[in-house]
């Protein structure tokens, strides 16, 4: 029923190192009588192109700001931007720490108080805060918008003898381009348009100010290099999340280095309102590829699709298939249906992930990687 | 992020196929007038594995039958038992009709109409009812219960010229091991359990005579076979599916040849209840996981699995992980870690498949074929 498949695996690489509590970037269990033993492991790992993760004590390791960038962004902007954020800092992330010799450890160094901190408009009682002071104005226009939304800090750990030690650390700000505010609590929310020119002007000056802050602290030694990401989140309504607008590095000490512009576009398909499409061939394929798949079932409740574009190319393609099937063979059909119309009327080059979803949950899966001619299908089964 | 996957790809190998409206087994849309062209295609295909599926005038066809085996089993028994039935058929068939040689179609003879009067019990009214009549009896144990619960047709067609015509087709019965019946309508449900000889003695009766009953339609020639499957369904409130029990072939005629047992078992872990596992290597090695895997994370809300036997021996293994994760790179490690440790804790031999799901829905899916060492991960991303 399925695909036979073939992947290389890295059989259980796990580092079983014994450490002294020396890593004060990990502050959730160094204790400090020096007598502790503990026990780092890593994920080990399946699949190459992804890191593996640190586990001590058995137990993985969250970051601890985890939760709040997650509580700000709720307000602010949506779950897109969230994953889409960790994701593409990774991918910046990996151009420098490669994952054959890099293991990823959730941001360690900012606690929940220093990010809420940090996150918040400087006042007379918050130093820190990296939003500018409130000018008491209320008009969309006239108001200090809060540039600095959220973020999202990612460690990268080299090998150090028995222990694991900080090799690199990767910083997303996830800067708004639209500021949505209440004027009075629970009261109507208000919108302020932040225009890109001043975002990305905003965002460097902010980042400056992070990476001293981080050079500061404990474990982090002159030589380590900190990227910094800046990231435009999409608006909250958004079926998509935002994009990475700029990066830099910091290869040691507080100097940032050069600005990198990030040429990135993410839209939904279809377009609507009449608005015209990034792509107007890649558009027109997508809703070619509907048609026919439309056509195939009388039930099929809508096909949507994530598309991403990096200088100006698609690079790839999300597509969800709402479904209301009922049948195991009706989805192998289907399925079948949906990778062969695929390789026919969808833009051949990039990575593409079909997903068939009924309201039971995922029914079947379809992927093909960028520059692969070949779809891979899965047909969830059950026994 | 992902793994790179390999797959052979047949292109588009549709039959754009001009019939005539000589095909009666398909009677949605023969029209009598003689003079309308339709248009039959298949739907291609991504996976050898799978059978292509018939598509005519653009539309699947879908089972006219197909609801009523739906509605009859949400009665009785539980959407697994549709499943794993319609799966089990497939596999049945697949024996005896080749997925390059026949192209799948849904059961286009027995009518809605039909199984209804067939699946009812016998009646003056309804001489052809193949469950037994009413002996007016009420007690679980007097009373005749409903043996055949729901049956499936699967039709398999080759190619004759231009036109499709069935080649061969696969039913499965349903049986009740557990017949559910209220005395009173909306009243309390009562349960018959039939004894699993007797269930297999009413099951072959009925399979004889609906053998004879399809030989006689219009479309099904003498030497077609038919291939019929007995299916025991699963408790009502079974987490997975019944099994197939016996089986065989109506190779021309009525005759039917002779049975031949199938060993299938089904269970649930972990086991609960304390009651003895199928086999305990396997639930210890389950439990083993599923321990390694709970340390991981704080937040994990249950591992489950399906497993299925064949002749004693383990065959596959559908795992599933409910999580309340967040973040990506969470899920990325997370990952990692599971495909280290299913290749080290979980029998080695069967086919597993693993998803990871959250509330969000599916966030990561990992496989192994069966007789293969390595895993393929995929990671569900957004942009």
């Not at 992804?50 to 960038?69: C, D, E, M």
């Not at 006239?142 to 600095?148: F, G, Q």
């Not at 602290?217 to 990475?244: E, H, K, Q, T």
Request: charged content about 20%.
């Amino acid at each position: 029923m399925k695909k036979f498949w073939t992947a290389s695996l890295l059989l259980l690489a796990t580092l079983a190192l014994a450490a002294c509590g020396k890593l004060s970037f990990n502050d959730t269990s160094t204790t400090s009588s020096g007598t502790k033993t503990e026990s780092y492991q890593t994920t080990g790992t399946v699949n190459d192109a992804l890191y593996q993760g640190v586990i001590k004590n058995g137990r993985y390791q969250i970051s601890s700001a985890r939760g709040l960038t997650i509580q700000q962004n709720t307000q602010g902007g949506n779950n897109f931007n969230v994953k889409s954020m960790e994701t593409g800092l990774t991918n910046l992330a990996q151009k420098q720490f490669s994952t054959s010799k890099y293991v990823f450890q959730e941001g360690q160094l900012i606690t929940t108080a220093t990010a809420k901190s940090w996150l918040a408009r400087k006042t007379d009682k918050n130093a820190d805060g990296l939003n500018p002071e409130d000018n008491g104005q209320e008009d969309a226009d006239k108001r200090a918008p809060m540039y600095l939304q959220s973020l999202v800090e990612q460690d990268f750990m080299t090998q150090d003898g028995s222990n694991l030690k900080l090799g690199g650390i990767a910083i997303a700000l996830a800067l708004n381009e639209y500021d949505y505010y209440q004027k009075v609590k629970y009261g109507a929310t208000y919108t302020t348009t932040i225009d890109q020119t001043k975002l990305a002007e905003e965002g460097k000056q902010i980042a400056a100010k992070v990476v001293a802050r981080l050079r500061k602290m404990d474990g982090v030694s002159a030589d380590i290099p900190i990227i910094v990401g800046l990231y435009r989140n999409a608006a909250r309504d958004s079926l998509v999340g935002g994009v990475f607008f700029a990066e830099a590095t910091a290869a040691s000490g507080d100097s940032l280095g050069s600005w990198t512009n990030i040429d990135q576009q993410n839209e939904v398909l279809p377009v609507i309102d009449n608005k015209k499409p990034i792509n107007s061939t890649v558009a027109t394929d997508f809703n070619s590829f509907t048609t026919q798949i439309e056509n195939f079932f009388p039930t099929l409740a809508g096909v949507t699709a994530q598309t991403h574009y990096e200088n100006g190319a698609l690079t790839g393609m999300n597509i969800t298939i709402n479904t209301q099937f009922y049948g195991e063979t009706e989805i192998e059909s289907f399925t079948q249906y949906v990778g062969t119309t695929a390789s026919k009327y969808l833009p051949s080059g990039a990575k593409i992930e079909i997903t068939v979803q009924a309201t039971q949950g995922i029914q079947a899966f379809l992927a093909r990687e960028s520059g692969a001619k070949d779809f891979t299908t899965h047909v969830f089964g059950s026994y």
